[in-house]
């Protein structure tokens, strides 16, 4: 069945669903600025570890979606802005540890363990509405009950995307981590730089 459902989808549909999740993945956002940070603050080792936080996160979102809940936040509006007012709080909150942070590596800008900036990431990523959005809503469209069942299009669909993604933000953290002691010595820029750019998509989840 999974094969059949797999062959089932028009070329153009899985080309224009890749473009789509490429886009997203390299649209700097809170997943984007955190393994970043966390690869300049810990290096590879830490950056990876982020990447792989946030992917992980991903698979929450891809596997809620196929369950039905999709469904259900296009019914109950307000479930979604539950999250999206947690996922603001927590980007703020990241956002003040930038701005307050004075020391040589910038621990409040990211992390320098590789466990804090995995769990940091899993939970920068679950409590990113705009991932859940693109999960949620944008997937299912690529779906087509005339292939196969939906639940299994959308996994298919979803890790179509976790893959695409997963090696994007695998070299982000990567090449963070490698210019990471050029990086330091500008600490204090750079913590001002994160703290803003939280601190903005912190409001622009409140706004829209």
């Known amino acids: 069945m999974f094969w059949q459902v797999l062959t089932g989808f028009e070329t153009s549909?899985?080309?224009t669903f890749v473009l789509a999740g490429l886009l997203l993945n390299i649209t700097p956002g809170a997943d984007f600025i955190f393994i970043t940070a966390s690869g300049i603050s810990g290096g590879p080792k830490a950056g990876i570890a982020a990447a792989v936080g946030v992917n992980l996160g991903v698979v929450v979102h891809i596997a809620m979606a196929a369950?039905?809940?999709?469904a259900l936040l296009l019914a109950y509006p307000a479930a979604y802005d539950a999250i999206r007012y947690v996922g603001a709080a927590y980007l703020l909150y990241i956002a003040w540890q930038a701005w307050t942070d004075r020391s040589a590596l910038g621990k409040g800008r990211a992390t320098q363990s590789a466990r804090a900036a995995l769990r940091r990431g899993f939970i920068t990523n679950v409590l990113n509405p705009k991932t859940a959005l693109f999960v949620f809503a944008f997937i299912p469209q690529f779906t087509d009950p005339a292939i196969g069942v939906v639940w299994m299009q959308i996994l298919i669909l979803g890790g179509?995307?976790?893959?695409?993604g997963f090696l994007f933000v695998l070299v982000l953290g990567t090449t963070a981590g490698l210019f990471s002691k050029f990086?330091?010595?500008r600490v204090r820029v750079l913590n001002t730089i994160t703290a803003i750019l939280f601190g903005g998509l912190?409001?622009?989840l409140i706004i829209d």
């Open 183 to 185: 990086l330091r010595v």
């Open 202 to 204: 912190a409001a622009r």
């Open 67 to 70: 369950a039905g809940v999709s």
């Open 160 to 164: 179509i995307f976790l893959i695409n």
């Open 13 to 15: 549909v899985l080309v």
